[in-house]
């Protein structure tokens, strides 16, 4: 089993930033690729970023493409969302996921663990 705790969410305005962070605990983190998701009032729950066990590969959605960083200590069990230059439409409850695989997925039925989110409210 693997706890993942999410925190870092608040209000920010346009333009501004914040860090996200997803605490783990239970098996070993760095068997672990890991993954952040989002959902937004009425919408399905959507792919963000991931990044592979070791942290040497990463993946992006296109509309946080060269605004989001995901990456990850694995000697704190951690990995981080560093969200820039955000937009209104990045409202949303923000989910870390673990996936017992040497690489990430956009897909979240590819991830075995979820924390219970972080709410990121965007005002314009």
């Known amino acids: 089993q693997v706890q993942l705790v999410e925190s870092g969410g608040g209000l920010v305005q346009a333009g501004g930033s914040l860090r996200l962070s997803c605490a783990a605990s239970g098996r070993t983190f760095s068997s672990y690729a890991m993954g952040w998701f989002r959902q937004a009032p009425g919408k399905e729950r959507e792919f963000v970023a991931t990044i592979s066990r070791s942290g040497g590969l990463t993946r992006y959605a296109d509309p946080v493409k060269g605004r989001f960083t995901i990456s990850r200590d694995n000697a704190k069990s951690t990995v981080y969302l560093q969200m820039n230059s955000q937009k209104p439409d990045d409202t949303a409850l923000y989910y870390c996921?673990?996936?017992?695989?040497?690489?990430?997925?956009?897909?979240?039925?590819?991830?075995?663990?979820w924390g219970q989110g972080t709410q990121v409210t965007v005002s314009s």
């Open positions: 996921a673990a996936r017992g695989s040497s690489m990430g997925s956009v897909y979240e039925y590819e991830y075995e663990y």
